[in-house]
């Protein structure tokens, strides 16, 4: 959400309401003349607010009951509304395992078909990507550029438009998400940096010599590593579901 208008200010506010579980699922919102009291605007502000909301999958309006708030299962994790809120108010731990796990089952299996299916042109674009990478290791704006773009030519040389579609709906998240997972006052950035380019390079390289297994791996391998670096603690595991479970049990 990167306009800062009135009405996505309030509905940022509301969304974070949402998603902090101060507004739980299946409860009464106030109604708009006690939302304009609350927020301090008019209803054609606090009406527009809430068409984005709704937008998201978080409320739906009842004729003669009000608008209620919506089960988590309805929201468009996609929208970068959603993601905003989340980074803003640091609710995205399980969020960002989800999605490093989507990640890894979408781009490995890309990597593995781009060691197959990959034309020379499209080699190409990745050789460039990693170049571009290789230049931009002090300018953090251009280098999670040229990362993305790395990732981008891969799932496009898979061949499978429907892999590319999914892709796409990932790019609020991923380039979000990449530009959270550096830091300038770490001191382990710059490193971190170098070994982004050294299993970018790895990556590429087996899908190069047309080794799918290979590729596959190397995405894999580095997508774990880019999951305790953007999760932001690297005692985690990738896979803590099975923790949580085992805990619950």
Same mark, same amino acid.
């Given at each position: 959400?990167? &306009?800062?208008?009135?009405?996505?200010?309030?509905?940022?506010?509301?969304?974070? @309401?949402?998603?902090?579980? #101060?507004?739980?699922?299946?409860?009464?919102?106030?109604?708009?003349?006690?939302?304009?009291?609350?927020?301090? =605007?008019?209803?054609?502000?606090?009406?527009?607010?809430?068409?984005?909301?709704?937008?998201?999958?978080?409320?739906?309006?009842?004729?003669?009951?009000?608008?209620?708030?919506?089960? +988590?299962?309805?929201?468009?994790? $996609? &929208?970068?509304?959603?993601?905003?809120?989340? =980074?803003?108010?640091?609710?995205?731990?399980?969020? $960002? =395992? #989800?999605?490093?796990?989507?990640?890894?089952? *979408?781009?490995?299996?890309?990597?593995?078909?781009? %060691?197959?299916?990959?034309?020379? &042109?499209?080699?190409? !674009?990745?050789? %460039?990507?990693?170049? +571009?990478? /290789?230049?931009?290791?002090?300018?953090?704006?251009? $280098?999670? +550029?040229? #990362? *993305?773009? $790395?990732?981008? %030519?891969?799932?496009?040389?898979?061949?499978?438009?429907?892999?590319?579609?999914?892709?796409?709906?990932?790019?609020?998240?991923? @380039?979000?998400?990449?530009?959270?997972?550096?830091?300038?006052?770490?001191?382990?950035?710059?490193?971190?940096?170098?070994?982004?380019?050294? !299993?970018?390079?790895?990556?590429?390289?087996?899908?190069?010599?047309?080794?799918?297994?290979?590729?596959?791996?190397?995405?894999?391998?580095?997508?774990?590593? =880019?999951?305790?670096?953007?999760? +932001?603690?690297?005692?985690?595991?990738?896979?803590?579901?099975?923790?949580?479970?085992?805990? /619950? @049990?």
């Amino acid at each position: 959400m990167t &306009s800062n208008s009135l009405p996505q200010r309030v509905a940022r506010q509301i969304i974070s @309401r949402i998603v902090l579980g #101060d507004l739980k699922p299946n409860q009464l919102l106030p109604t708009e003349e006690e939302l304009c009291e609350q927020f301090g =605007v008019s209803r054609s502000v606090i009406r527009e607010a809430m068409r984005t909301v709704s937008g998201v999958g978080m409320t739906r309006s009842h004729q003669g009951r009000g608008t209620i708030v919506l089960d +988590a299962r309805s929201w468009n994790e $996609f &929208s970068p509304e959603i993601l905003q809120v989340r =980074v803003e108010v640091g609710a995205t731990g399980e969020f $960002f =395992v #989800d999605f490093i796990e989507l990640r890894t089952i *979408l781009e490995s299996q890309a990597a593995s078909l781009a %060691a197959e299916r990959a034309e020379p &042109s499209q080699l190409d !674009e990745m050789r %460039a990507s990693l170049r +571009a990478m /290789e230049v931009a290791l002090d300018d953090r704006d251009s $280098f999670v +550029a040229a #990362d *993305l773009d $790395f990732h981008n %030519a891969i799932v496009f040389a898979a061949g499978n438009m429907m892999i590319v579609r999914l892709f796409d709906l990932l790019q609020p998240m991923l @380039r979000i998400v990449r530009e959270r997972g550096y830091h300038p006052d770490i001191d382990g950035e710059p490193r971190d940096r170098q070994v982004d380019v050294l !299993e970018h390079r790895k990556v590429f390289e087996h899908i190069e010599e047309g080794d799918a297994h290979g590729a596959k791996q190397a995405m894999t391998e580095h997508l774990r590593w =880019v999951a305790r670096r953007e999760i +932001a603690d690297p005692q985690r595991s990738v896979t803590p579901r099975a923790d949580k479970t085992a805990r /619950e @049990r």
